[in-house]
């Protein structure tokens, strides 16, 4: 079992920066895969970045590409999500997650969730 607790949420102005954090227990990190996924009212949760057991590769959405920035440390069994420039339409709540069957963007090859940290972006 891997415990998954999200922070770093917050309400940022349109242009503006946040830095969300992952951090892990019950398992060390770098057995999985981790992701961050996004949820906005009314909405189905949607994809954001994907990071390999060893950081080395990783992937975004379209709609992030350029702008966010996923990143892990597994000696500190912590993941992140830099967010630069965001964007009202970023506002969601925003959940890390961890997999076991490897670098993926399915969000149902994900095993273990957090609770989810909200951002909210105001023009």
């Known amino acids: 079992q891997v415990q998954l607790v999200e922070s770093g949420g917050g309400l940022v102005q349109a242009g503006g920066s946040l830095r969300l954090s992952c951090a892990a227990s019950?398992?060390?990190?770098?057995?999985?895969?981790m992701g961050w996924f996004r949820r906005a009212p009314g909405k189905e949760r949607e994809f954001v970045a994907a990071i390999s057991s060893t950081g080395r590769t990783s992937s975004y959405a379209d709609s992030v590409k350029g702008r966010f920035t996923i990143s892990r440390d597994n000696p500190k069994n912590t993941m992140y999500l830099q967010m630069n420039n965001l964007k009202p339409e970023d506002t969601a709540v925003y959940y890390c997650?961890?997999?076991?069957?490897?670098?993926?963007?399915?969000?149902?090859?994900?095993?273990?969730w957090g609770q989810g940290t909200q951002v909210t972006v105001s023009s």
């Open positions: 019950g398992r060390t990190l770098s057995r999985y895969a």
């Open positions: 997650a961890a997999s076991r069957y490897g670098f993926t963007s399915d969000v149902n090859r994900y095993d273990y």
